[in-house]
């Protein structure tokens, strides 16, 4: 016997608003830096392309998210939607970190998302390019965790 996911709403297809509501949910989750919960968002077979990284299903998410976060200190991410239709949202994203030495970086990033009839992610491809950045060039500054709502998005910041 397995146990089926439940429903994750919002399901596709997406309005406009459903669409902004699923990215704003996956960059709060992304900012919790919560391997377990965050693999949860996607169907259990997956796939997906994360720069030159191709990964099936949630076991090899979750692994692949916890190296993440094991090496990018100060992760903050902002998520913008650019497109939307059906069960597809497209999304453009920055984030900054630093590695161990404290050197820090701005990633940008474009991603194309496939959700299933439950509104789970079934296919995740993300183009990313990391900028060195000096600290005093950061832009992303609020407590670890979600970003606050009053704080701008990507379009505000000039990103």
Known sequence: MTIEDPIRPPVP???FEEAVQKVRMAEDAWNRRDPEKVSMAYTADTKWR???EFLNGREEV???LTRKWETENGY????EIWAHEGNRIAVRF?????DEEGNWFRAHG???WQFDEKGYMAQRHASINDV?????????????GPRPLDHPGLTELGL
Not at 76 to 79: C, F, P, S, T, V
């Open 94 to 98: 920055c984030y900054e970190w630093h």
């Open 76 to 79: 903050r991410l902002i998520k």
């Open 13 to 15: 297809p997406f309005t």
């Open 110 to 112: 474009n991603e194309n």
């Open 50 to 52: 994360n720069r030159s």
């Open 62 to 64: 979750r692994a692949f």
């Open 132 to 144: 060195p950045i000096a600290e005093a060039d950061r832009k992303f500054h609020w407590p670890q």
